[in-house]
T-cell receptor
Framework: EPEVTQTPSHQVTQMGQEVILRCVPISNHLYFYWYRQILGQKVEFLVSFYNNEISEKSEIFDDQFSVERPDGSNFTLKIRSTKLEDSAMYFC????????????FGPGTRLLVL | AQKITQTQPGMFVQEKEAVTLDCTYDTSDQSYGLFWYKQPSSGEMIFLIYQGSYDEQNATEGRYSLNFQKARKSANLVISASQLGDSAMYFCAMLDSNYQLIWGAGTKLIIKP
């Protein structure tokens, strides 16, 4: 069964460093998403991406965040200058469509900023 | 504003019993979707079941069913014949008008042997 994959599974970084989280969505899906979950808190929407551009983004997704689809398969989230409060689990998701379509999640990348 | 409320922070259930996890939602949209996801201790987010607001029948997927009461704005998840492997966090989520998933705080379910 096709699935969303994410790498790395865990990343530890120093505050102020740049990190890139990678995702490979399900191959025939057209919509891609990033969510984050700070430990013990709700899952929060960050951004959605379609047709090589951002469709929607939340207030969390400020100038230090960017997303990219550098090739036909990868979908990346870059955090330019990490802060302590960026420590969280980051989930990538993809869906075939938007209306009523299930978003399938990857296993997540656990980011720890020291 | 759209909102999902899960009032049960934690539940203990005996193995093989049925369990109902509560979820209420608030939206002014006429068309929306409701999802349940399972998050085991390993952290991944696993899709369980989906209910569209215009679906007249309650969704079912194996041991999972969704008790959808539109007038009451509730979408409770029912797990029949619970198993030890069902122990996990369970999240209710709603696809809002911006096609973002809005999440509840989750319910931690522990199945006792």
């Amino acid at each position: 069964e096709p699935e969303v994959t994410q790498t790395p599974s865990h990343q530890v970084t120093q505050m102020g460093q740049e990190v890139i989280l990678r995702c490979v969505p399900i191959s025939n899906h057209l919509y891609f998403y990033w969510y984050r979950q700070i430990l013990g808190q709700k899952v929060e929407f960050l951004v959605s991406f379609y047709n090589n551009e951002i469709s929607e983004k939340s207030e969390i997704f400020d100038d230090q965040f960017s997303v990219e689809r550098p090739d036909g398969s990868n979908f990346t989230l870059k955090i330019r200058s990490t802060k302590l409060e960026d420590s969280a689990m980051y989930f990538c998701a993809s869906s075939a469509g938007r209306v009523g379509e299930t978003q399938y999640f990857g296993p997540g990348t656990r980011l720890l900023v020291l | 504003a759209q909102k999902i409320t899960q009032t049960q922070p934690g539940m203990f259930v005996q193995e093989k019993e049925a369990v109902t996890l509560d979820c209420t939602y608030d939206t002014s949209d006429q068309s929306y979707g409701l999802f349940w996801y399972k998050q085991p201790s390993s952290g991944e987010m696993i899709f369980l079941i989906y209910q569209g607001s215009y679906d007249e029948q309650n969704a079912t997927e194996g041991r999972y069913s969704l008790n959808f009461q539109k007038a009451r704005k509730s979408a409770n998840l029912v797990i029949s014949a619970s198993q030890l492997g069902d122990s996990a966090m369970y999240f209710c989520a709603m696809l809002d008008s911006n096609y973002q998933l809005i999440w509840g705080a989750g319910t931690k379910l522990i199945i006792k042997p």
